[in-house]
């Protein structure tokens, strides 16, 4: 009886379990590529955005190499070099501000060799709606501030909110996303600025999986 | 001939609830004259539109309850809750945040959890913590106390600017807050927050223009106003030592000894007793005992987790000051506190049994 | 590649999990708890009918299988509140279709009308009418159920449906009664203690 | 056992929690001596005064009855006798009100005095000593000795209790505001009430008395310390002024510093109290061969002109004892038996003096305010912070409120002794005691409605088998003709050839006779197997049909008579 | 017919799974800050239960009673999982709003509720008709509260509807008024438990007013235990 019962209902639920594995892996035979290209597109039009056409005449997407450097993340990080003419022209990196207001802030840093900032994008954050997401270029106009700035040193007191006494203005009642910000994107710029030379010549392990595109949420 | 029947007992002692709650209400004196000398004629503008938007809401909703409005307009509950809510929010405040604020204290947090004594959450702190949340900007527009502001407001300017957002010279809260060198002035707790945040040490952060003698300039004067009503309170028996004590034990002993640990970085429990809403929150908004813990040791444990969970919120949290949200929470924990705080009644105590042997 | 690992991977867990349940719904299977017994426990047993059901047990076995629990007159708000703690469902104020809640009643035969005729005594459900045919009948007072389920069959309608008289230790203590207990006492008839 | 021992023997004094300070007011009364007052034109005896059955009447209206002499018989040994409290007509046995919270009417024997005040025979009993225990509780049970303290429990029964006790406490505290009737006795009657203390020590076999008074009665302490210091084996122990320290569980606890454990007795503890008025009347019983006739009853409130105590005959209507001390009665007067705290109001005065009322209290409107609306609870706790059982009365109410029964006796409900402090401090002023007064008899008729559907049910199905049992027979029986038809028919079959000239209606008759006979005959076997419940009327035959006639004229009538009664009705 | 049309009244009000059975809330709250994600979320949902529905239904036979549950788990997470691709692959801009919030519709409750409570013991169109109402119940209080939460907390109405129906979409945004302070609270997540609370509260007041109206002078008629004999 037991015995009975125990191999009747396992070899169903083992039939079942076969059906729809199979039916699963099917479907993700058939959307691979669909999905790879999306990701793809996704991610390139961010880094169009900052690293205009005009700036690049390589595959940015395929640029991609994996940088593992504890100044930027604890993970490895992709970046993105841009070539013009067979020169560097443009380094972008994806940053993280881990102080955000809530969690973390997932950033694109750009910048040109000359170490000038190209522009920064929000990936991906969690902020409080109507406060802390004006840091997305679809609600405020401030990530653009960045575009254009140059880091002196590495104790620039320029680069902070106002309220702290530097450059960048901060939103009206929020002061802790924009401080994260703003101090991601210094150390990322810092670094960039600091390693340009060898990030161009380095050998990096390829990306394999594109990093998440411009969130909304 | 036929008498009057009645149920026992046939005597009466001790204030009536309606009593209770006025004695609070007057407890708040001294911290409101206290506020209005501080930081302006705003508070009592703010008091008066709460009181009377608090009114008009407990009207509506007792009516549209079928319930006696008579009684329930009697019971001075309406009146603490907005007086309460009145003066935790800046004084210069538009005026629409003190009227949403205070609906929502009263229709949602108090009527549809069922009226006086139903609601779980205190509703004044309910209220500030939704107008808090959802209009930080405005919430957190505190001006400097009247010795070091920029600007001194006359009752009619104070008027205008609640209820137009700029004063009738034009300027708006932020200008009014902002000192001549362009730095805004924020209260004490947030004040020496952000400079800790901003890797400076606790003596960097005291040199801070807001800061005075003990606290902050205004707001240690505050407190202790605060703490004289609490004083008045204790000894009309309106409210019983426990909670504050415990919420002030929770606070200020591991303040005390992270102040010891890390002199640098952890104000110490003088800073934290008089600064913010803390004896406001002590006497005042943790005592309400309709959504406190009901036993003895219950709101010491009650007091206990609030005061705790203040420390915490000031230390780690992203808000500079945490009274309503430790409220709050500790109010969520009523049930359980409740549960396991329960007095063991008489004939159950397990030596009771054993001498039974 | 990947793919034939999924499906053995996914197939051969499902395989030992089913196993392992086949195997536990024989070793541990639970006798289903009688809850019609539970339900018949609850119900007022005053078999009156008022639900629709001939008697209480076939009410039980009508909740047991997803009737409404709010049908019972006799049990009133106590018994909905009951019935829905035990079948987890919300308790809803009675169903007025089947009647309304009252005081407590008894049957009570006027002996000197009744001709004998022995309905009453076949329209009882709990045997509570004592009589036999052309003989006077009457109601044993405290077996009765107050489902007045012989009221109708009375061919001259001699049994009236009095109030449960109120002791001092059944009193509910409802405040609001005390002024009409006091004029009990006039309304009782003096009666010799012999 | 031994803790108890130990904390006594120091003479310690424990804390009960909780517990309230009302007003005192024992004043004027407590100042007044004793007073006797008039029989009054009648006495009304209710037959029931205490928990349990009342007793068998053994009286009839015109009868004329001598005083002390037993009105009833004690049925059974939980009831008590009641007795005559002068000579007098027994004047009716009816239903009156009852001195009740309910105002329910209640059987009661009610005696016209006669002005003789005749004692039946006497036999004074002075040395006690020389009986068994067994024998004096006899006495005090024929006496008709109940608890004068509280609820009235029948004494002998308390101590008859098979159970060693070390402690015999003497309830004289008399915590309760305006009552000072065991205060009054106290003073005046200390001799008595010691030498009713020994004869209980001496049926307890008690070890150790424990006189215990209320530091506010420092009269009466006098007065008892002077009487109890020939007795080494008594101590007097002044407890403090607190509401409700002469609860029999606090006290307990006052005294031997130890909880009753929930639902036990103190007698499990070795611990045995009576009421210092039980102790007088325990006395009178046996020494003097006085049964219960009369108690000190408290007159008191600002209604009324002489306040004091008196000593009234059981049965006295209230409105005697309040025309005695002169009452006048205010707008909305409230007429109270028993104390301010746990005393029911009267709506009517007529009801009499039983064994347990101590007090009658009528106050002013300034004095005792009548209760306000009852607002909501704020949870506000004062009530936790008084309940001297330590419950938590806030979260009872609610539950009160919520008919959530069982949820109230998991929160011990039955562990309150409806003290009424709660209420007394509460500042929304709900009367709490009320909602638990209400709840516990919700809760007990509820399981008595439970007991009552048990019974139901087994009727019913009893019932049940029963008409399917009959059924059954019923088929057989018709099975059984059926049968003897076709075995009737064949035989004529075969018969038919044979026998046509006989008469063969004869013979089918006499085989219709033996079919019924026989299934007659089954049928009473069946009966018979079956249980005796079987009820006689549903197998008797219907009646004939000469006699449906009758009926139907029967039913005319009836149909008349209630025509007649709905009109009049109508009218 | 009238099994359709009581399926249609139970799923989309009387059992709603939101409202009455409370059922996914987790999905309900997290994703309803605007009427797009609610609509996003709730089509998907919608999906998966007709789906899960008529798969368990067909199978339903052969499912011994001991195995049914990992059965139908394992069928709402193929539906879920082959969502979640399709979404990926084809509207990429949505899966990356409700992204996390896909793989939750299996732990959707509503959907095995679905499966056991009914799919398991009815024929598969019933089983398809009942996911379609229950889902489209469920997907209706999702829009309902996304509609209330985004005017509340900013204002508009169908905003980044592009991102779900395309292009075309961006007509369909409504801008009711321009808050300098939107009422933050209504799209944090207090807001969906206060919002949904008020949606409940709404639906039980309309059932109470019903059944008043409606107060029936149906008459029962009352059994008798013992007339028979």
Not at chain 5, 132 to 148: D, E, K, N, W, Y
Request: charged fraction near 20%; hydrophobic fraction near 45%.
């Amino acid at each position: 009886m037991t015995l009975n019962s125990m191999q009747k209902n396992g070899l169903l639920l083992g039939l079942f379990a076969l059906v729809s594995t199979a039916l699963v892996l099917g479907v993700e035979a058939v959307t691979e590529d669909a999905i790879a290209e999306q990701q793809r597109t996704q991610t390139l039009a961010s880094l169009n955005e900052i690293i205009p056409p005009e700036l690049h005449d390589n595959d940015l997407y395929h640029s991609c190499g994996l940088l593992s450097e504890p100044a930027l993340s604890q993970q490895s990080v992709p970046i993105y070099r841009g070539y013009l003419n067979g020169e560097p022209s443009a380094l972008a990196v994806e940053a993280v501000a881990p102080n955000g207001y809530s969690g973390k802030i997932r950033l694109l840093v750009a910048i040109k060799p000359s170490g000038e900032v190209l522009g920064v994008r929000t990936l991906q954050h969690q902020e409080t709606p109507g406060l802390g997401d004006k840091i997305e270029k679809q609600k405020s106009d401030w990530i653009h501030s960045f575009a254009g700035k140059r880091l002196q040193s590495q104790n620039d007191d320029r680069w902070a909110v106002q309220r702290d006494g530097g450059m960048f203005d901060q939103f009206t009642g929020a002061t802790i996303t924009p401080r994260a910000v703003v101090g991601a994107v210094k150390s990322a710029t810092w670094y960039l600025q600091q390693h340009s030379a060898e990030l161009f010549q380095a050998a990096l392990p390829q990306c394999n999986s594109a990093p998440q595109g411009d969130s909304h949420e | 001939m036929s008498f009057k029947v009645a149920a026992a007992p046939h005597g009466h002692s001790q204030k009536k609830t309606n009593q209770v709650m006025a004695w609070v209400v007057f407890a708040l004196i001294p911290g409101v004259l206290i506020q209005s000398y501080f930081f302006g004629w705003g508070v009592w503008f703010q008091i008066l539109i709460a009181i009377s938007v608090a009114y008009l809401a407990e009207s509506i909703c007792v009516w549209a309850r079928e319930r006696s409005a008579r009684q329930a307009l009697r019971d001075n509950t309406a009146l603490v809750t907005a007086v309460l809510l009145a003066i935790s929010i800046p004084p210069l405040a538009p005026w629409w945040i003190i009227v949403i604020g205070t609906l929502f204290s009263i229709v949602v947090v108090k009527q549809v959890y069922g009226g006086m004594g139903q609601n779980i959450f205190n509703p004044a702190m309910a209220g500030y913590v939704l107008l808090l949340i959802s209009f930080p900007v405005q919430m957190t527009h505190w001006l400097p106390a009247a010795p070091i502001a920029p600007y001194d407001l006359g009752v009619w300017q104070t008027l205008h600017t609640i209820i137009f957002e700029y004063t009738p010279a034009g300027y708006d809260v932020e200008q009014l807050r902002t000192t001549v060198d362009g730095i805004s002035m924020a209260t004490p707790l947030d004040g020496v927050k952000t400079a800790l945040d901003q890797g400076q040490i606790l003596s960097e952060a005291y040199q801070l223009p807001m800061m005075g003698a003990l606290a902050g300039i205004g707001w240690q004067w505050l407190n202790l106003g605060f703490l004289l009503g609490g004083a008045i309170l204790l000894q009309q028996r309106v409210i019983r030592w426990h909670i504050p004590v415990g919420f002030l034990a929770g606070l200020l002993i591991p303040s005390l000894l992270a102040h010891v640990f890390a002199p640098s970085i952890m104000p110490g429990p003088i800073f934290h007793a008089l600064s913010g809403a803390t004896m406001l929150g002590a006497f005042f908004i943790a005592t309400d005992p309709v959504s406190a813990a009901t036993s003895d040791r219950g709101r010491l444990l009650f007091g206990l987790l609030i005061g705790l969970l203040i420390w915490v919120i000031r230390t780690w949290g992203g808000y500079p000051d945490a009274v309503a949200f430790a409220v709050l929470l500790a109010n969520l924990c009523v049930p359980i506190i409740d549960r396991y705080t329960r007095p063991t009644v008489y004939g159950h105590h397990s030596g009771a049994k054993h001498d039974a042997e | 590649m990947s793919f034939v690992v999924g499906l053995i991977a996914i197939g051969a867990l499902a395989l030992i999990f089913g196993l392992i349940l086949g195997f536990a719904a024989i070793k541990f299977k639970v006798e289903s708890d009688p809850i019609v017994d539970q339900i018949d426990e609850i119900l007022p047993q005053t078999q009156c009918g008022q639900c629709g059901y001939p008697g209480c047990r076939p009410y039980a076995e009508a909740i047991a299988n997803g009737d409404e629990i709010n049908k019972c007159p006799p049990g009133g708000e106590t018994t909905i509140k009951k019935l829905a703690d035990l079948m987890g469902v919300e308790a809803k104020p009675l169903d007025a279709a089947h009647g309304e809640e009252s005081v407590k009643k008894v049957a009570i035969i006027r002996e000197d009308e009744c001709i004998g005729c022995t309905k009453c005594i076949q329209a009882c459900p709990v045997d509570a009418i004592l009589g036999a045919a052309k003989q006077m009948h009457t109601v044993i007072e405290h077996e009765c159920t107050g489902c007045d389920l012989c009221v109708e069959p009375c061919p001259v309608d001699c049994i009236d449906m009095v109030e449960v008289e109120a002791k001092p230790e059944t009193w509910q203590w409802n405040l609001d009664s005390v002024k009409q207990n006091i004029h009990k006492a006039d309304t009782i008839p003096v009666k010799l203690v012999e | 056992m031994q803790d108890i021992k130990q904390f006594v023997e120091s003479g310690q004094i424990a804390r009960f929690p909780g517990g309230i300070h009302p007003p005192e007011r024992k004043q004027p009364a407590s100042e007044q001596p004793l007073r006797r007052i008039p029989y009054a034109n009648e006495l009304i005896l209710p037959l029931r005064q205490h928990i349990g059955v009342s007793g068998q009447c053994t009286v009839r209206e015109g009868d004329h009855v001598l005083k002390g002499q037993p009105l009833t018989d004690a049925v059974l040994h939980q009831g008590l006798p009641l007795h005559a409290p002068t000579s007098g007509t027994v004047k009716a046995i009816e239903q009156r009100p009852m001195s009740h919270a309910s105002g329910l009417p209640e059987q009661a024997i009610v005696i016209s005095p006669d002005g003789h005040d005749q004692w039946r025979e006497r036999q004074p009993l002075p040395d006690y000593q020389q009986r068994d225990k067994a024998e004096l509780l006899d006495i005090i049970q024929a006496a008709g000795v109940a608890g004068l303290g509280g609820a009235g429990f029948p004494t002998s029964q308390k101590l008859a209790q098979q159970k060693p006790v070390s402690y015999l406490i003497i309830n004289g505290v008399e915590c309760e505001p305006y009552i000072c009737a065991d205060d009054r006795l106290m003073r005046e009657h200390a001799r008595d009430i010691v030498l009713g203390m020994r004869i209980l020590a001496y049926i307890t076999g008690a070890d150790k008395t424990l006189l215990a008074i209320e530091d506010n009665k420092p009269e009466a302490i006098a007065s008892m310390h002077q009487a109890i210091s020939e007795y080494s084996d008594i101590e007097l122990r002044v407890v403090p002024t607190k509401y409700p320290s002469g609860g029999e569980k606090q006290l307990i606890q006052l005294l031997t510093g130890h909880e009753v454990p929930s639902k036990q007795l103190p007698i499990e503890m070795g611990v045995i109290m009576q009421n210092v008025g039980t102790a007088f009347a325990v006395k009178e019983a046996v020494i003097d061969d006085k049964p219960l006739i009369e108690r000190v009853v408290t007159l008191t409130g600002e209604c009324i002109e002489h306040p004091g105590n008196v000593w009234a005959p059981l049965g006295t209507p209230v409105d005697a004892l309040l025309d005695f001390a002169g009452f006048k009665p205010e707008q909305q007067q409230r007429v109270i038996m028993g104390g301010p705290m746990m005393g029911f109001t009267l709506p009517i005065t007529a009801v009499p003096v039983i064994k347990t009322t101590n007090c009658i209290l009528v106050p002013s409107t300034e004095e005792l305010p009548p209760p306000g609306d009852e607002m909501a609870c704020i949870r506000c706790g004062a009530c936790a912070e008084v309940c001297p059982a330590s419950l938590q009365p806030q979260q009872l109410q609610w539950l009160a409120k919520a008919k959530d029964y069982p949820a109230l006796e998991d929160n011990n409900l039955f562990d309150c002794i409806e003290c009424g402090a709660c209420a007394f401090v509460c500042p929304s002023e709900i009367p709490l005691v009320h909602y638990y007064r209400q709840a516990k008899s919700q809760i007990r008729n509820q399981a008595r409605e439970q007991a009552k559907a048990e019974l139901a049910k087994q009727r019913f199905e009893a019932r049940q088998a029963r008409l399917e049992r009959e059924k059954e027979e019923r088929l057989e029986r018709h099975r059984k003709a059926a049968e003897a038809r076709k075995q009737m028919q064949q035989q004529k079959a075969q018969d038919a050839p044979e026998q046509e000239s006989n008469n063969d209606g004869k013979s089918s008759a006499v085989a219709a006779a033996i079919a019924r006979a026989k299934a007659k005959k089954a049928a009473q076997e069946g009966g018979s197997a079956g249980s005796e419940a079987s009820d006689e009327a549903t197998t008797q035959p219907r009646p004939a049909q000469d006699k449906s006639a009758a009926v139907a004229a029967a039913i005319a009538r009836a149909k008349k008579k209630k025509q007649a009664r709905d009109q009049e009705d109508k009218q | 017919m009238s099994e359709f049309k009581t399926l249609t009244k139970q799923g989309l009000w009387e059992n709603n799974p939101a409202l009455v059975q409370l059922l996914g809330l987790c999905p309900l709250l997290a994703v309803t800050a605007s009427v797009t994600n609610a609509l996003g979320l709730g089509l998907a949902t919608l999906f998966v239960l007709v789906g899960s529905n008529i798969t368990v239904s067909l199978v339903r036979q052969w499912v011994p009673q001991e195995i049914r549950i990992p059965v139908f788990v394992m069928v709402i997470a193929t539906f879920v999982t082959i969502i979640q691709l399709l979404m990926n692959a084809y509207v990429y801009q949505l899966y990356q709003t409700l992204g996390i919030f896909i793989p939750l519709i299996v732990t959707n409750c509503a959907i095995i509720g679905r499966a056991e409570a009914y799919a398991s013991k009815n024929k598969w169109n019933y089983a398809a008709i009942d996911g379609l109402m229950m889902g489209l119940g469920f997907a209706a209080v999702l829009v309902v509260l996304g509609g209330l939460r985004e005017i509340l907390g900013n204002g508009t109405l169908f905003d980044g509807a592009e991102l779900l129906l395309g292009e075309w979409a961006k007509q369909l945004r409504i801008e009711l008024f321009s808050l300098d302070y939107p009422l933050l609270l209504a799209i944090l997540p207090p807001g969906a438990f206060i919002g949904m609370g008020f949606i409940i509260a709404l639906k039980n007041r309309i059932d109470a007013k019903r059944e008043e109206l409606q107060a029936s002078e149906k008459t029962v008629t009352r059994a008798r235990v013992t007339a028979e004999s």
